[in-house]
Every structure is written in C-alpha cells, then in structure tokens.
C-alpha cells in the first residue's frame, strides 16, 4: 500500500514537472522564434528616430529580446524602406517596423509579397482598409502632450504679461492690432499629424492666456536644421513670444536660445527630447511619446500568438505621451497645473478639441465629415477606399479613434499658416 501510495506521488510529479516543461518549452519556442526588424528613417542623432529606437530597445529588454533587433538606420522615404524589409524578411525576421509615414507605401509593398510576416508602418494610415492582414497602423494621441506643453507655455506667457516683462508698450511688435499676444510655430507639412499638433499646442496656451493669435511657419522637411532655425527667427523677428514646434531637430530651440540670450523675449516648446542642452534658458518643455508602450505590446502580441491590432492609438490613458521634465524658466505652478491637466486627460474630463473652445470661420464647429480613404491627390481617386465619418460626438472632434493617424484639418480661428 505504501509502495503504491509512493509510485502515485512520483507519477504525478513527473506529469507535473513534463507539463511545466511543455509550458515553459512553448513560451521559449514562441519567443527563440521571433526575430525584430527595425527601418528608421535617421538614427541616434535625430530626435524623432532616437524616441523609437529607446522605445524599442526599452520594450525588448524588458521582454528578454534584445538580442532579437535587427536593426537599418537612415533608410529614406523611398524603394530604400522596400529593400530594407525585403532584406529583414530573408533575414528571418517576422515582424517588421519602420518608423516613418513615408515608409507606409513600401511596408505594404512588402506586405503583399510576404504575408507570413507582420509589417507595422508607424504614423502610417491605410491598414484598416487596404485589405492586408498582415499590414498594421500605429500611433499616438501626441495632441495630448502637445496641449500639455502649450499648458506649460501659457503660463510661462501669463507670467510675462503679469510681471510685466512683457506689454504692449514695450514690445509693440509682439502683439496684433487687437492686443493678442504673437506665437509661432514651425511644422515640417502642413498635413493632418501637424495641423492637429499645433492646433493643440494653441489651444492649451489659450486655455491659459485667451488672447493669442498663432503663425505657422511649415519648412517642407522633417529634418533639417538650417531651416527650423531660420523659421524660428522669422517668427521671433515678427514677434513671436513662444516657438513650437513638430519639426525633427533642435534647430528651432538652438536659434531661440541665441536671440534670448541677445535680449528678445522668446522661449522654446519642442518635440521629441528634452532641449534643455541645446536652449537652456529658453526651452521650457517638449512634447513627446513614450513609443516603449506600442513596442511592447507588439512584441507581447507576438509572442503570444496574438493578432495585432490593424490599428493601435492612445495617449496620457496607457501613459503613451508625455511632456519632457520642465525647465527652470518655466512659471510658478506650472508643475501643478500641468498634472491637473493630466488628470483630466487621463480620466476623460478634458477634451483637446472641445468644440466649446474654438470657431472656424466665426462659427462653432457642430459637424466634421472625414474621409478615411486614402487617396492619390494627383489623381483624384481614391487607392483604398474607406468610409466618411462624423468626426463631431458629444461636444468634442474625436481624433485618432477612426484610425490611428490624426485626421483633424480644420483651420481654426487665431492661426495663420505660412509655407
């Protein structure tokens, strides 16, 4: 009887310590087999691109893959991005991200020769629609973090005009003949991603300050440094108080650092990484993703046998944008007020583009039809053909939840752009 009792209590071990290694066998196999590919349209020395790399880089860790990162740096906008997947797939990857819109075209390219590899286009805008499952959208409400920064620079501006660094009487030229205070703000295009950032950067200044009127200043270009520069000194020399901008470098926050320092009243918002090295007295805070979160969850979906989704979004919600830690110019309370800005955002209190909070053409906005097609503009039709959407529900232009790319484009009151 106790030989039995001791045969029965060695069985079940041994089906205990074979079913723990069937566990443990197949989550190894899921994750020995996945291998990461990664096209970056710059590298380590370009804002945008270093966000996605530490994003990446962070999430693998945090999932013991790093040592499965295949990496390709400065891969342009072009059959170069198709090339790089193709040469990712031989290499045995079986998940592919590039890290650019312009990319979007040749990922799905890719897509359609391979469909046993998953290919992710960030900031891209046709997954849902193009009829490949294995092509997937992802992005950010980095509208979010880019209201949160104006927050920040709306105090910073009401405390100039408080103390009186700032007046019409002495600088004249920083205001319009209606006593609104001059911003500026330097985008790369003047597509949907940067019309809904710098609208939202404007709001949250004028959540603080009522009185601003915004210019935009578009340079053609992601990156380049010479013209974000030069962008931002036309706009200070027209009066400008505040930059922003959704522009890849540190050229705007470099040129606002020089003429602050030279006398002229102007500060920094900028994108991506903390600017504080470059403008140290100028820079107040950047908007910014924690891109960590996406790649993360890819990688876990992955892992898991789990189908991702064709398109992913979110914000201050899964703590997926944020702003960079605020400098020492930045107003008293600004830290206070900014989580109480947070807060909101997070528990849905607070909505960027509450209709309440601005018109167009005179008007309030009640209705905003958007096509969620994509389309060759140079042939009037439509490549994928998506559905048109009411953008307007309970009060507010809901963005980034028909698709993952922004599709605000409405031109509010208070902002002139310039190309």
């Known amino acids: 009887m106790k030989m039995r009792k001791t045969l029965c209590l060695i069985l079940a071990a041994v089906m205990m310590l074979t079913l723990a290694a069937c566990g443990d066998s197949e989550g190894k196999g899921k994750s020995s087999d996945l291998k990461i590919g990664c096209i970056m349209l710059g590298d380590e020395t370009e804002g945008y691109t270093a966000a996605h790399i530490n994003g990446i880089k962070a999430a693998a860790e945090e999932l013991g893959l790093s040592d499965k990162l295949v990496w390709k740096y400065k891969v342009d906008e072009s059959s170069a991005c198709y090339d790089a997947a193709v040469d990712l797939v031989g290499q045995g990857c079986n998940i592919i991200f590039s890290n650019s819109y312009g990319h979007q075209t040749y990922m799905v390219q890719a897509a359609q020769e391979y469909p046993d590899v998953t290919f992710v286009a960030m900031t891209g805008d046709f997954a849902a629609i193009c ?63 940067v019309v809904s950032g710098y609208t939202a950067f404007f709001l ?21 440094i010479d013209k974000e520069g030069a962008a931002a000194e036309s706009l200070i020399a027209d009066g400008c108080v505040i930059i922003g901008q959704h522009a890849d470098s540190t050229g705007a926050p470099a040129a606002t650092q020089k003429l602050l320092d030279n006398g002229t009243i102007c500060y920094s ?142 031109r509010i009151d208070g902002i002139t752009e310039n190309n």
């Open 131 to 193: 009829g490949l499952s294995n092509f997937k959208n992802a992005f950010t409400h980095v509208y979010e973090s880019r209201y949160v920064s104006g927050v920040a620079a709306g105090m910073k501006l009401q405390e100039l005009l408080t103390d009186g660094t700032l007046s019409a009487e002495k600088q004249p030229s920083s205001f319009d003949g209606d006593g609104n205070v001059k911003i500026g703000y330097v985008g790369a295009y003047p597509y949907a991603e």
């Open 269 to 410: 918002v900028g994108y991506n990484i903390d600017m504080r090295e470059t403008a140290p007295t100028a820079a107040l805070t950047s908007a910014t993703n924690n891109w960590k979160v996406y790649y993360k969850h890819a990688m876990e979906c992955m892992v898991n046998g789990t189908e991702l989704e064709a398109d992913w979004a979110e914000g201050y919600n899964q703590d997926a944008v944020a702003i960079t830690a605020l400098s020492d110019s930045c107003a008293a309370g600004t830290a206070e007020k900014i989580a109480e800005v947070e807060a909101a955002l997070k528990n849905g209190t607070l909505h960027v583009f509450d209709t309440d909070t601005f018109t167009v053409g005179g008007a309030k906005v009640t209705t905003a039809e958007c096509d969620m097609s994509f389309m060759d503009w140079a042939a009037n039709k439509a490549i994928y053909q998506g559905e048109t959407v009411e953008a307007i529900k309970d009060g507010y232009f809901s963005e980034s939840t028909f698709r993952s790319a922004p599709y605000f484009q409405l």
């Open 204 to 224: 949250g200044i004028r959540s603080i300050v009522p009185n601003v009127v915004m210019e935009v200043q578009y340079t053609n270009s992601w990156f380049d």
